[in-house]
């Protein structure tokens, strides 16, 4: 009998691939769900539970057992009590159900950016991934590079003629950004490899690194026309987020507001690269790849028409 998968986040932008991976390769999956969502997917050997994570562990008591299970949760604003529920919280709810059943895997998707803890969010992520390896419960942590659709955001203001932004000279930052399909068939690859188990993996997709000035080159060469190009201060950021600080006290918008504004910075000044302790840099060359879709694919895919970009709470521009 094939293994049955819990996967959290199942309706999230790479939770949703990660289902249609599993499925594709055979397993049982359970898609655990907001109450509120309206994400649905028929097929045979999939089930969708809708719970409200709060704490009290009864969403699992009358659920079947699963032996493997899948984490894919991720806060959508990165605000400082958003972080906290979901991050933290919601991981903790999911892996009580992973200790309930005696789970023999919990893979969980973290994110590269938690090698420079400074926000909320990343703090929360490492705090719930240290809970995680003292567990009990083999682990295994995949922390991706940059997503596809983080790095499309600006594709149709440029097709309006706008200019595309970058900090500073867009040159200062890089990435190895991964294809929601290939993140995918890679952590159901590591789901299933013992010697996975107790493994924190860095991965990215497959290079070379790109900076932000080099987007624009490329979306210029797929459009057949030039792209302009125009340079903000990532300090503005800092300073705006400043600026809003200290009515934070008083308002959780303004707060979560500002804490956006110290997001918006960090990815403006960091590379999303694996960082060497030794040279205290980014390393292209150490950010392990795999997958083999490129960001151009991508970009001539939404160009194309085949793709649209959401960005939701994250979009900047």
């Given at each position: 009998m094939a293994a049955r998968v819990l996967v959290a986040g199942a309706s999230g932008?790479?939770?949703?691939?990660?289902?249609a991976e599993l499925l594709r390769q055979g397993y049982q999956v359970v898609a655990l769900l907001r109450p509120d969502s309206d994400w649905h997917l028929e097929h045979p050997d999939l089930e969708l539970v809708r719970a409200e994570l709060t704490g009290s562990g009864s969403w699992f008591a009358d659920l079947k057992a699963c032996s493997l299970v899948v984490s894919c949760l991720a806060s959508r604003t990165g605000g400082p009590d958003?972080?906290?529920r979901?991050?933290?919280?919601?991981?903790?709810?999911?892996?009580a159900a992973a200790q309930h059943w005696g789970a023999t895997r919990f893979l969980l998707l973290s994110a590269i950016c938690v090698q420079k803890p400074r926000l909320a969010f990343q703090r929360e992520k490492l705090r719930f991934e240290a809970a995680l390896q003292q567990s009990g419960v083999p682990w295994t942590i995949v922390r991706?590079?940059?997503f596809f659709k983080s790095l499309s955001g600006q594709i149709e203001r440029v097709r309006d003629g706008k200019p595309f932004f970058v900090f500073g000279n867009g040159t200062q930052t890089a990435c190895k950004p991964i294809a929601e399909q290939d993140l995918a068939a890679y952590m159901t690859e590591r789901l299933a490899d013992p010697d996975s188990a107790g493994?924190?993996?860095?991965?990215?997709?497959?290079?070379?690194?790109?900076t932000p000035r080099q987007q624009a080159e490329m979306l210029g060469d797929l459009m057949g026309k030039p792209v302009r190009v125009r340079s903000l201060p990532a300090g503005l950021f800092l300073a705006l987020a400043a600026l809003l600080t200290p009515f934070g006290t008083v308002s959780r918008r303004l707060r979560d507001r500002a804490e956006f504004l110290r997001i918006a910075h960090f990815y403006a000044t960091e590379s999303m690269l694996l960082w060497s302790e030794e040279t205290a840099s980014y390393r292209a060359d150490l950010t392990p790849e795999t997958g083999s879709r490129s960001?151009?694919?991508?970009?001539?895919?939404?160009?194309?028409?085949?793709?649209?970009?959401?960005?939701?709470?994250?979009?900047?521009?």
């Amino acid at each position: 009998m094939a293994a049955r998968v819990l996967v959290a986040g199942a309706s999230g932008y790479i939770g949703s691939h990660v289902v249609a991976e599993l499925l594709r390769q055979g397993y049982q999956v359970v898609a655990l769900l907001r109450p509120d969502s309206d994400w649905h997917l028929e097929h045979p050997d999939l089930e969708l539970v809708r719970a409200e994570l709060t704490g009290s562990g009864s969403w699992f008591a009358d659920l079947k057992a699963c032996s493997l299970v899948v984490s894919c949760l991720a806060s959508r604003t990165g605000g400082p009590d958003d972080a906290r529920r979901v991050e933290y919280d919601a991981n903790m709810e999911v892996l009580a159900a992973a200790q309930h059943w005696g789970a023999t895997r919990f893979l969980l998707l973290s994110a590269i950016c938690v090698q420079k803890p400074r926000l909320a969010f990343q703090r929360e992520k490492l705090r719930f991934e240290a809970a995680l390896q003292q567990s009990g419960v083999p682990w295994t942590i995949v922390r991706a590079t940059a997503f596809f659709k983080s790095l499309s955001g600006q594709i149709e203001r440029v097709r309006d003629g706008k200019p595309f932004f970058v900090f500073g000279n867009g040159t200062q930052t890089a990435c190895k950004p991964i294809a929601e399909q290939d993140l995918a068939a890679y952590m159901t690859e590591r789901l299933a490899d013992p010697d996975s188990a107790g493994s924190m993996l860095p991965v990215g997709g497959p290079g070379p690194a790109i900076t932000p000035r080099q987007q624009a080159e490329m979306l210029g060469d797929l459009m057949g026309k030039p792209v302009r190009v125009r340079s903000l201060p990532a300090g503005l950021f800092l300073a705006l987020a400043a600026l809003l600080t200290p009515f934070g006290t008083v308002s959780r918008r303004l707060r979560d507001r500002a804490e956006f504004l110290r997001i918006a910075h960090f990815y403006a000044t960091e590379s999303m690269l694996l960082w060497s302790e030794e040279t205290a840099s980014y390393r292209a060359d150490l950010t392990p790849e795999t997958g083999s879709r490129s960001l151009a694919d991508c970009y001539r895919a939404i160009l194309a028409g085949h793709h649209s970009v959401q960005l939701g709470e994250h979009k900047l521009f």
